[in-house]
């Protein structure tokens, strides 16, 4: 009979327990989709003041690749007088100057953008030095000549990094 007496009791336990569940389910559903519309409006609020940066650091980095261009590179940096060793020191610190000036620009493009132009200015310097040891090569304007003509027939490490920034760019839109 004591039995009997709690069916009642427990019936209404386990739709108390079922309704709380529900309840909960529902609400913690509720609270994920308004946390989540929180963070979409944050994002979207962020995206939209740092685009602008972000864009302005590529329009530097694009500058930047174009300046420690070689053939944009010999034609600004020319020789004073024609010591090989001087040249050479006045190009290798042009484009040193160059990347110095635009280092905070890192913060705003992807790692891989500023690995690639990073690889690119060592890759000039690089280039620029190779072709100075060689022994053929005993002026500054020697030099300048055996530059371009080594940048005649391929594409400029500088171009190559042109074409990543641009493939970049074109992934945020």
Known sequence: MESQALLPYFASLLSAIIVGGIA???????????QGRRRFLLLKDTQSKTLPLRLQAYE???????????????????????????????LIRSIEDEFVHNLSQQIYVSLEMW??????KNTTIQIIRQTAMNQKIET??????????????????????????????????
């Open 115 to 120: 690995n690639v132009t990073r690889t690119t």
């Open 140 to 173: 500054a304007d020697k030099l300048r000549e055996a530059v371009l003509n080594h940048f005649m027939g391929e594409v400029s490490p500088s171009q190559k990094a042109l074409a990543y920034l641009k493939k970049e760019i074109q992934q945020l839109f």
């Open 60 to 90: 530097r980095i694009t500058l930047l690749l174009e300046r420690i261009d070689p053939n944009s590179l010999l034609i600004r940096v020319k020789p004073i007088d024609n010591d090989l060793n001087k040249y050479e020191q006045e």
């Open 24 to 34: 909960y389910l529902f609400f913690k559903k509720h609270t994920d989709n308004e």
